[in-house]
């Protein structure tokens, strides 16, 4: 018989031991993640499971905060829910996998975020849930397309592992190159060669000169005489008041002239 039910409308009290209480946060990507899970003790469990006790093979699905992610419960894990979630037991018409798969995939994700409301805090309703539409192969059809994305996402899963062991591989030889650097062994050593101690006082020296030749030529930062501006001065007579007669300009000579 084909489930569809919310979690408990409450945030259960969590404790260091106990049964996983599955929140939106430990459901992402299609994984379920225990590590970090909240667990609770049987009272809580049982006030959390109320509703319906999850089993392996049902589908939990995030419907606050990381919303639209479903994964599917393991076997021998007890688990329970906590705020936010919901549980699918589909019905025997589609499969479980292949309802995962469309749960997570392109189809899923899209009704997901259209029906999501709240910017502080998003999160999908039941109804708009129950509304989602879910392409409905033959059942052979539903088996098939599960088990091809099964075995592409193994390869991704080796490909992820693999480049993760590249990538440390890489950063410990980085560090391995660095250390012989520093102490001489990166390269055969020449008794010949300048100590590295009076090699950093040579570059210290010539910078210092360099540095002090800049100070001594630096013409930027010589002052600058002020500028000399054209209505102050015209063909080397100072401009005086215009007259107010003419409006034109009064020189000096004209005071000369006017005295005498």
Known sequence: MPVFVDSAHRTPRYGSAGAPALGPRDVVYGRLNFKNARLVDEKEFAIQ????????GDIVYSRELSYGWAAVIPNDVKVC???????????GLISCDYLLYVLN?????AQAANV???????????????????????????????????????ILDHVEIEVRKLLL?????????????????????????EPAAELLKRI???????????RVFDFDAMPKKPAVSTTQFRLGLEM?????????PRCATDDIQRNR
């Open 169 to 193: 591989s890489c950063e410990n030889l980085r560090k391995s190159v660095l250390a012989q650097a520093f102490t001489g062994k990166l390269v055969a050593q020449d008794a010949t060669d």
């Open 81 to 91: 829910l906590s705020q936010g979630m919901c549980l699918f037991r589909p019905h």
């Open 49 to 56: 499971t109320e509703r319906r006790v999850p089993k392996p």
């Open 240 to 248: 005086t008041p215009r007259s107010k007669k003419t409006g034109a």
């Open 204 to 214: 210290c020296a010539e910078s210092d000169a360099k540095k002090a030749v800049q």
């Open 105 to 109: 995939g392109p189809i899923g994700r």
């Open 116 to 154: 999501a409301t709240g910017s502080a805090h998003p999160h999908i309703n039941l109804g708009d849930i129950k509304s989602y539409c879910i392409p409905l192969p033959p059942a052979t059809e539903q088996l098939r397309i599960a088990r091809e994305l099964d075995n592409r996402i193994s």
